[in-house]
Nanobody
């Protein structure tokens, strides 16, 4: 089974930027799409970006205009560029991949935004 490994999290001041990476152990084009989710302490996990196998993207209003998801199929990697970060973006960020036969989650990477 394909495994997903996130990296790039860290501590950043409000208004700063981070770029998260999600590297898959196998081909990401085998998945119908990939998403980034986040979960803050005491809150439900929520999706923040998705990209389909054809490259279509979508975002919830909370991050639209600030976050950008992209993919490099040759490197089996999905990225999440996060700009103008806010304290409320503090969470563990997870990579997620899905297809008709199943789904895969990464282990998460912590993002902390200080005010």
């Amino acid at each position: 089974q394909v495994q997903l490994v996130e990296s790039g999290g860290g501590l950043v001041q409000a208004g700063g930027s981070l770029r998260l990476s999600c590297v898959a152990s196998g081909s990401i084009v085998s998945f119908n799409g990939m998403r980034w989710y986040r979960q803050a302490p005491g809150k439900q996990r929520e999706w923040v970006a998705l990209i389909t196998v054809t490259g279509n993207t979508n975002y919830p209003d909370s991050v639209k205009g600030r976050f950008t998801i992209s993919r490099d199929n040759a490197k089996n990697t999905v990225f999440l560029q996060m700009n103008n970060l806010k304290p409320e973006d503090t969470a563990i960020y997870y990579c997620y991949a899905y297809k008709t036969t199943g789904e895969v989650w990464g282990q998460g990477t912590q993002v902390t935004v200080s005010s």
